[in-house]
């Protein structure tokens, strides 16, 4: 079952068959990666990432692969929706203080481990935070993630969504440290939790 959609990937619900467990399968087309060297490198980051960060806060990667069409990212399974998905559904598009809070918790936990191992997401949003089995939001698609050391002396690059993009981000010439931009981001996350 198609769960969400990309640029250049499909994400699925699959199912080990031995073992009968769920999982999500992000599909990546060779052919539109390769066309982009910025974007190869790109996944080629994300892989690396995904395989480096283990938090209960964090979608976890159990391994990837490829064929010769494809590569396949196998991650944790997170049966809820994304936290945009879920906005939708309440009232008045808006939730409640304390849920709000909740959900912003988990992610900043989420984040804060992230930022201590020195990766910036660049693309914090509502449709990134997914929710599991247990109810606890996660964060997820490290697709324009970045460790800070492979950041440096690289001329800077505006990418993310544009409503989640710190005003800063639009007037760097290179790259510095970009934490910032995820808590700012953060703070647009719950501005839209709180008022829809």
Not at 5 to 11: A, L, M, P, W
Not at 83 to 96: A, D, Q, T
Request: a positive charge.
């Amino acid at each position: 079952k198609e769960l969400g959609r990309g640029s250049f990937s499909v994400v699925y619900h699959v199912i080990h068959q031995s073992t009968d467990k769920s999982y999500a399968m992000k599909v990546v087309s060779k052919r539109e990666y390769l066309k982009n060297k910025i974007a190869y490198e790109g996944m080629k980051n994300e892989i690396k990432i995904q395989t480096t960060v283990k938090h209960p806060n964090v979608v976890s990667s159990h391994y990837s692969f490829s064929d010769k069409h494809n590569y396949y990212f196998i991650l944790e399974y997170c049966p809820g929706r994304t936290i945009r998905e879920y906005l939708s559904k309440s009232p008045n598009y808006r939730l409640k203080e304390p849920e709000a809070r909740k959900i912003i918790k988990d992610v900043v936990q989420g984040l804060s481990y992230i930022h201590s191992h020195e990766i910036t997401h660049y693309d914090i949003k509502l449709e990134n935070f997914v929710i599991d089995l247990n109810g606890n939001v996660k964060i997820g698609d490290f697709g324009l993630s970045t460790f800070h050391k492979s950041e440096e002396g690289k001329k800077f690059e505006i990418f993310g969504t544009v409503n989640y993009i710190s005003p800063e981000m639009l007037f760097r010439e290179k790259r510095e440290d970009t934490t910032k931009c995820d808590i700012w981001a953060i703070g647009i996350s719950a501005f839209y939790l709180l008022t829809g």
